[in-house]
């Protein structure tokens, strides 16, 4: 177990999220430590973050929950590519910040490598993105098994500023079967 968690990895899932999370989503959709490197900016209102899942996440092909005791802490989602790019999926996450350092988002990373390969069977290759600044993120991706790529040079615009970006990523060969 990583850092001092007296939390049960073995308690953490991913399942869909839905409407009735909405209470669980504002914990962390309204926090701004949660917020810092997302490219969405804290929710304001109970409105505001109902819309957002029926118009963004209920829509998309692969957003889960992360849940411990099927209570969702966090969410997780794997994006696909098109045509050439096919063979290549992006993945993203958020943790609730009272849950970071307990190896929790690392457990639902292994989780969701090990069935998306599966899912998706043209999926060949699984990249993550994260800012150069988040080495929370870097750790629990390389933790996960993910192979740390390079730095992409002013790569994204986040809240208004150019940001550096390390490319992760995990190719279907090196995910556990």
């Known amino acids: ?21 909405i209470d669980d989503f504002m914990v962390w959709g309204t926090d701004e430590k949660v917020a810092i490197f997302c490219t969405w900016e804290p929710y304001a209102t109970k409105e505001e973050a109902l819309n957002y899942i029926k118009e963004k996440i209920l829509p998309h092909p692969w957003f889960r929950a992360i849940c411990l005791d099927n209570r969702p802490i966090g969410a997780i989602l794997v994006s696909s590519n098109s045509g050439s790019d096919r063979c290549r999926g992006e993945l993203g996450y958020v943790l609730g910040s009272k849950y970071w350092g307990k190896g929790i988002a690392t457990q639902a990373v292994k989780l969701v490598a090990d069935t998306i390969f599966k899912e998706w069977t043209h999926l060949e290759r699984l990249e993550a993105f994260v800012d150069v600044d988040n080495v929370g993120s870097q750790r629990v991706l390389e933790k996960s098994g993910f192979l740390r790529e390079g730095v992409l040079r002013k790569f994204f615009i986040l809240k208004g500023r150019t940001r550096d970006m390390v490319i992760f990523s995990l190719l279907s060969t090196e995910c556990e079967a």
């Open 1 to 21: 177990m990583e850092g001092s968690s007296d939390i049960d990895l073995s308690k953490i899932s991913v399942r869909p999220l839905g409407l009735a999370d």
